[in-house]
């Protein structure tokens, strides 16, 4: 079974700026099968990126996504107030379906 | 447009059982699986188990095997998820989502209900 890490567990970022969340897996896995979410407080979660790469229906072209094999990034640029959440990866897998990563908040600076 | 909308929060005794509904609109219900996730207070998100909605075939985390049943009702389009022997650290909000079906989506889940709160306590 392979673990998900993410990396920083806290990026304090000011807006405007540029911040780069880090998701590695234990087991090398198909970059189709990562994922990106976004959480707000009191929110569900949000599909932010899919395949890696993808952007999900809605998503603001300043969230892309990166990385294959091991590495995976999620990168954030020019940071807007309402892109301040909690954010996750997740894989893929025969079982567990579905694994996530312990998850990356975005503070403010 | 699409939607899943989860049943209303409850508080349980140590042993008991609960079920939280979810019920999808705005897609054809028996084409996407079914997935729930939980998240405990100020932790991470944790998968329980899945449930593809047009055959009926389930997986479930081993952490919850045994004590977790996933089933839908293809007629009211709505998913189930009962969770048996319940302890306080099931304190949890539980949440559902649906699995996309298009290309890569496929490995992702593209819709999530709202939550439900499910409180644990004696």
């Known amino acids: 079974e392979s673990v998900l890490t993410q990396s920083p567990g806290t990026l304090s970022l000011s807006p405007g700026e540029r911040g780069t969340l880090s998701c590695r897996a234990s087991?090398?896995?198909?970059?189709?099968?990562i994922a990106w979410y976004q959480q707000k407080p009191g929110q569900a979660p949000r599909l932010l990126i899919y395949?890696?790469?993808n952007r999900a229906t809605g998503i603001p072209d300043r969230f892309s996504g990166s990385g294959s094999e091991t590495e995976f990034n999620l990168t954030i640029n020019r940071l807007e107030p309402e892109d301040y959440a909690v954010y996750y990866c997740?894989?893929?897998?025969?079982?567990?379906?579905?694994?996530f990563g312990p998850g990356t908040k975005v503070d403010v600076k | 447009q699409v939607q899943l909308v989860q049943s209303g929060a409850e508080v349980k005794r140590p042993g008991a059982s609960v079920k939280v509904s979810c019920k999808a609109s705005?897609?054809?219900?028996?084409?996407?699986?079914i997935t729930w996730v939980r998240q405990a207070p100020g932790q991470g998100l944790e998968w329980m188990g899945w449930?593809?909605?047009?055959?009926?075939?389930?997986n479930y985390s081993q952490k919850f095997q045994g004590r977790v049943t996933v089933t839908t009702d293809a007629s009211t389009a709505t998913a189930y998820m009962e969770l048996r022997s319940l302890k306080p650290d099931d304190t949890a909000v539980y949440y559902c989502?649906?699995?996309?079906?298009?290309?890569?989506?496929?490995?992702?889940?593209?819709?999530w209900g709202q939550g439900t709160l499910v409180t644990v306590s004696s």
């Open positions: 989502a649906r699995q996309g079906i298009s290309g890569f989506s496929y490995f992702a889940l593209d819709y």
């Open positions: 705005g897609y054809i219900f028996t084409s996407h699986g």
């Open positions: 449930i593809s909605v047009f055959s009926g075939d389930t």
């Open positions: 087991q090398s896995v198909s970059s189709s099968f």
């Open positions: 395949g890696a790469s």
């Open positions: 997740q894989q893929y897998g025969t079982s567990p379906r579905f694994t």
